[in-house]
């Protein structure tokens, strides 16, 4: 099964995206979370499950995008988010609320053990819901509804991090611990950092390099936004990217896009028919 089309991502993958301020990429993240949604309600929908083993399938962990927007944008590709948190197939985690622990002194720890507090948050929450051991018996009538591959964690920022003073070194092990809890869970990760200075890549963004599949490259226009396209996306591969992946798409031949009220139409340089 894939995701975010008409890229077809496979699932299970660690996909960083970038934007720029011309061009801010929150469009892919409130997509990839309606349409994996909505698969998942297809999912369910021939598979009677019981309330208390109703398992997470997206985990949203907000540092900038506000829950106002969240719900607002799911709400108009018809997706009731609220619905589906008090349902608990989708929990949001407050990564700064999570991240500031206070320790036996009243002063707060060092950043790496406040962004743990994130970590262990999130592994609960992957594990909620899943068989015990793959066996029936104590835990029989506990149907994990989010197969592998279908369970799907957002980080909507983690530039923020770096920003408000948490320690680059910090804010790099925190994406390696993301990564190592997703994979073990079998779950795709959708990480977004923010590009400052275009051609001088920050030290997080290098590294993040080395811990994806794909690189999602969205890009404003060099000749400026105009009213029929809002920016162009490239994706190329990460380092841990399989030979036989998923098709590329340089910036040379960078689709297109066009923002609508319901969302992004994609398109080829040069044409304005929507490949999607």
């Given amino acids: 099964m894939t995701f975010f089309p008409p890229f077809n991502l496979p699932q299970g993958i660690f996909l ?20 994996h949604l909505k698969e998942i309600s297809k999912t369910k929908s021939g598979v009677e499950v019981e309330a208390a083993a109703v398992s997470m399938a997206v985990a949203i962990l907000s540092v900038s995008e506000s829950m106002a927007r969240w719900k607002g944008v799911a709400g108009k590709s018809n997706v009731n988010l ?30 790496e053990e406040r962004l743990k507090g994130v970590i ?10 899943d068989p015990v051991g793959g066996r029936k018996g104590e835990g029989e009538g506990e149907v994990n509804e989010t197969s592998p591959g279908m369970k ?16 680059t070194t910090d804010v790099v092990r925190f994406a390696r611990a993301l990564r ?5 869970a079998n779950a795709t990760l959708l990480v977004r950092h923010h590009i ?45 990217a399989p030979k036989d992946g998923a098709k590329l798409i ?27």
């Fill in 16 to 35: 960083l995206i970038t934007d720029a301020l011309a061009s801010p990429a929150d469009f892919v993240l409130h997509r990839c979370l309606s349409a």
């Fill in 82 to 111: 609220q619905s589906h948190i008090e349902g608990g197939s989708v929990e949001v985690i407050n990564v700064f609320e999570e991240a500031q622990p206070r320790n036996a002194n009243g002063g707060r720890n060092g950043d």
């Fill in 120 to 129: 262990e948050r999130l592994r609960v929450s992957l594990a909620r819901g």
């Fill in 152 to 167: 799907l964690v957002i980080l909507d920022d983690i530039s923020m991090l770096e920003w408000v003073g948490f320690d």
């Fill in 180 to 184: 190592s809890v997703c994979t073990k």
């Fill in 196 to 240: 400052v200075t275009p051609g001088e890549p920050d030290e997080v963004f290098r590294h993040l390099l080395q811990l994806c599949t794909y690189h999602l490259e969205v890009l404003p226009l060099a000749s400026g936004r105009s009213g029929s396209v809002s920016g162009e996306v490239a994706l190329h591969p990460g380092f841990s």
């Fill in 250 to 276: 340089p910036r040379s031949a960078a689709l297109q896009y066009r923002l609508t009220d319901t969302g992004a139409e994609f398109f080829a340089k040069g044409t304005s028919e929507s490949v999607l």
